[in-house]
């Protein structure tokens, strides 16, 4: 009986680990497609409206405001935008910007 316990507490940590690291990179990419590439390019860093986005996660610090690049620094820029960024907190869902972010990182 206890086992059984400890075992379906062990099934559910590994469970919620899952769902933390969950992000789908193909969604990801037709995501930014449909809604970050006109204003993004993805395999270079050039600007096109906004910085280009290749190797964002190699670099140590966000451009556009000089803070860390950690996951939920790019996901506040996805949601809060910027000066010429649009806000995406409410047109995109939590599990879309989740699917973003790791398509991005494997630029
Ligand atoms: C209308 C144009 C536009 C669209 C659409 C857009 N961005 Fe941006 N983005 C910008 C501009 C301009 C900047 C830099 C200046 C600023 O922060 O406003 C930027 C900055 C960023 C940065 C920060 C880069 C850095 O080094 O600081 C990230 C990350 C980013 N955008 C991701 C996205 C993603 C993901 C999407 C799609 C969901 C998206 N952007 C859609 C224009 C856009």
Do not use: W
Request: charged letters at 25%; hydrophobic letters at 45%.
């Amino acid at each position: 009986m206890k086992l059984t316990a400890a075992f379906m507490l062990l099934a559910l940590c590994v469970a919620l680990a899952c769902a933390e690291s969950k992000g789908s990179p193909d969604k990801g990419n037709e995501l930014f497609d449909e809604q970050c590439a006109s204003c993004h390019f993805a395999a270079s860093v050039d600007v096109k409206v906004g910085p280009g986005l290749k190797l964002l996660f190699a670099r140590e610090k966000l451009q556009s405001n000089g803070k860390p690049l950690t996951d939920a620094n790019v996901l506040e820029k996805i949601e809060k935008g910027g000066s010429r960024m649009p806000a995406f907190k409410d047109t995109l869902s939590a599990d879309d910007k989740a699917d973003l972010i790791a398509y991005l990182k494997t630029l």
